[in-house]
């Protein structure tokens, strides 16, 4: 009798291949985010922070949140559909794809058409102090207006291209947007102004569809536009989706939200509010996780059900453990550096640095929070379980909004940051409880200890780090802040990482942990055995 799906060498064989596509599209996420990096950086150097960068980031926010919330909801609502769809055979798979960029297309548009009147329409019941800030931007949200139409489209592309275990296509269109704000912020910025900005958004946007249509089509589904209609299929997509884009809507208001509040707070705040936030690489693990994640999630429940996925689950909570908190550690000490490093020169003065590093450490202590909603929040979808993110999206708008009020008066821009990051917190207790009560104990009992493990490393990382910093004199350039980074990022890291060992080593009782790869797949098992371990 063959081994089902579930049986620990199966589920080890297959957490190696999810493993092996995460570290293929690393080094794409990374030159992405780096790019995006490198085009807040241009704004900075060539536009400062001002009135002026102020309207740009109001007026992209209102298309960039339709265009996330089509691309990212629609992405994850198709793929379990699609799966099923495809399993029955190429035909019926390119009908369906057929159907779904056709309805994408009609439905982004409409929504495009209502959400940018209503918010021109509605932009002065919030914009009241400065009209000029007001009237740019209202021009910026009309001239931006296309992206959720380019949001939509990318979104089902790259669903239609994960079905098929091809992920690194639609990462690596990412790329195109800020590697256009770069370029035109750098060549037409000082003349231009915010408008290079507003036309980099469109070129780049607008590139990535037309590249993932021609992959599509290059992977043997003949793409062609069909009137739409509600068929089976759609319909059973949309009910998927429907509650995904209601909470991705309602999680997209926040930083609305949070960029409207910080408003108040003078010329120049909601820049510096962006640019702290935008340093956080929260991207580059979303980018990373969240298609892979889903795709292989839903062939493995479609194969093996619950129990094909709940290991893998584990595995992947243990590995961001692993990986993320020593980074948010190390980030926060060297916050000042890193702000320094990545955007004093230019236009960006040193006061504008300080305010930005306060908002980077708030939200960089929100991103273990981030990375844990987001893979409780695929096992959600996997599980067709819409409803209750859907309810969590709605609490922490209100939430957010709340401690916004709290926190505002105290900290300024930073205690918005803080805000959404204790809002993070907060509703991740409510996901692990919902979960808990549907599938029972998300992690075994023996995971206690390898959290230890790992909270002990990184509380000698970050010691060694903030030691090491105090004793050397601060940074007041960018290759002085460049050396402070490499060499007291590099301790602390290097300190995790044999403290961590050493760690594992004295729990798993005498059992060699392997490599840090195969510690990382393992973390969720404090026996240390390697990932491909039988029984």
């Not at 609502?77 to 297309?105: C, F, H, M, Y």
């Not at 990462?171 to 947007?177: E, K």
């Not at 640095?353 to 908002?359: L, M, N, Y």
Request: charged share 10%; proline share 5%; net charge positive.
């Amino acid at each position: 009798m063959s081994e089902s799906p579930a049986t620990p060498v199966v589920t080890s064989t297959a957490e190696t291949r999810l493993a092996r596509v995460f570290v293929g599209l690393l080094p794409i996420n990374i030159v992405v985010q780096a790019v995006s990096f490198a085009a807040w950086v241009a704004l900075a150097d060539v536009l400062g922070v001002g009135r002026d960068t102020d309207a740009y980031v109001l007026g992209l926010s209102v298309p960039l949140l339709v265009y996330g919330i089509l691309l990212t909801a629609i992405n994850a609502g198709v793929i379990p559909a699609l799966t099923e769809k495809v399993a029955k055979g190429d035909s019926e798979g390119t009908q369906a794809a057929n159907e779904l960029v056709s309805a994408a297309l009609v439905a982004s548009a409409a929504l495009a058409l209502i959400v940018t009147a209503v918010a021109v329409a509605g932009a002065p019941l919030v914009l009241t102090d400065d009209p000029a800030l007001l009237s740019d931007t209202r021009l910026t949200m009309v001239e931006l207006s296309p992206l959720p139409v380019f949001g939509a489209i990318t979104g089902v592309l790259a669903a239609i291209l994960a079905v098929r275990k091809s992920f690194a296509p639609a990462v690596a269109v990412m790329v195109f947007d800020p590697l256009c704000r770069v370029v035109f912020t750098i060549a037409w910025g000082r003349s231009l102004g915010i408008h290079a900005l507003i036309l980099a958004n469109l070129l780049g946007s607008a590139i990535a569809p037309c590249v993932l249509w021609a992959m599509v089509r290059r992977a043997g589904i003949p793409l062609k536009l069909v009137h739409p209609t509600r068929t089976p299929f759609v319909r059973s997509v949309v009910a998927i989706s429907a509650p995904l884009v209601i909470s991705a809507s309602v999680l997209q208001v926040n930083p609305v939200v949070d960029r409207t509040m910080a408003e108040t707070l003078g010329a120049g705040s909601v820049t510096a509010l962006e640019l702290g936030v935008r340093l956080v690489p929260a991207g580059l693990f979303i980018a990373l996780v969240s298609s892979p994640l889903v795709a292989t999630w839903s062939a493995r429940k479609l194969e093996g059900g619950w129990p094909a996925i709940q290991d893998s689950m584990r595995k992947a909570l243990w590995s961001a453990a692993v990986i993320v908190l020593p980074l948010v550690t190390v980030g926060i000490i060297l916050r000042d550096q890193l702000v320094t490093l990545t955007f004093l020169g230019g236009a960006f003065s040193k006061s504008d640095a300080g305010q930005t590093s306060d908002v980077f450490g708030m939200a960089l202590f929100g991103l273990p929070f981030t990375v844990l909603s987001l893979i409780l929040s695929v096992l959600f979808l996997v599980q067709k379980e819409t409803i209750v993110p859907m309810k969590l999206g709605f609490a922490n708008v209100v939430l957010n909004i709340g401690l916004n009020f709290a926190f505002r008066p105290l900290f300024g821009a930073a205690g918005i940051a803080f805000s959404t990051s204790l809002t993070y917190a907060i509703i991740n207790v409510a996901q692990a409880t919902a979960a808990r009560r549907r599938w029972g104990n998300l992690l075994p009992s023996t995971g206690l200890r390898s959290f230890l493990a790992v909270a002990g490393a990184v509380a000698v990382g970050g010691g060694i780090a903030e030691v090491l910093l105090l004793q050397l004199p601060a940074a007041e350039s960018r290759i002085e802040a460049a050396g402070v980074v490499a060499v007291v990022g590099g301790a602390g890291l290097a300190a995790y990482c044999a403290a961590l060992f050493i760690g594992r080593r004295l729990l798993a009782r005498g059992e060699a942990p392997g490599s840090l790869f195969d510690l990382v797949l393992s973390s969720g098992d404090a026996s240390g055995r390697s990932p491909s371990a039988g029984t």
